[in-house]
C-alpha cells in the first residue's frame, strides 16, 4: 500500500490537472521515473487515449449494469477483471458489489461490497484510480 501510495503522489505531482490529456501529455521516461511499470505506463496511456478520443465515456458508465462496465473496461489492453471489479467497488461505490478476484460469494447479496471492501480495504490501486480520477 506504501509504495502504491508513493507511486500515486509521484504520478499526481507530474500529472497536473489530473486528466487524461494531461496524463498523454506526460512523456513515458517520466511516468515511469514516477514508479510505473512499462506495462502499467502502456495500460494508462491506452486508458487516458480511450478517454481522450471520446470512445470510453465514464459518465455513461457509472450508470450502467456491472457486467456492461466489466465488458468494456476489459476491452482495454492491460485492464481485466479485477481491476474492472475494483472500479465498479471503490470508484463507483456501488452498494452491492462484489468481486469474485477479492473475496468468496456470501450467501446474501447485501453485504457483498461491505465484504469485499473490508478484505481489500487497501486495493485502490494507481491503474484504478487513474480510470476515474478519484475513489469516493
Known sequence: VASANAIWARLEVRVQP??????LAVPEAEMRA?????VKTATLRRLAEA????????????????????ERLTEIKGIGPWTADIYVLFCLGRPDAWSPC???PLPWRASQSI??????HHSCLVGSL????TCP
Open 18 to 23: 489530473f486528466s487524461a490529456a494531461s496524463l
Open 102 to 104: 477479492l473475496s468468496p
Open 51 to 70: 478517454i481522450g478520443s471520446g470512445d470510453l465515456d465514464l459518465d455513461a458508465l457509472s450508470d450502467a449494469p456491472e457486467t456492461a462496465i466489466h
Open 34 to 38: 514516477a514508479g510505473l511499470s512499462a
Open 130 to 133: 487513474a480510470i476515474h480520477g
Open 115 to 120: 465484504s469485499s471492501l473490508s478484505r481489500c
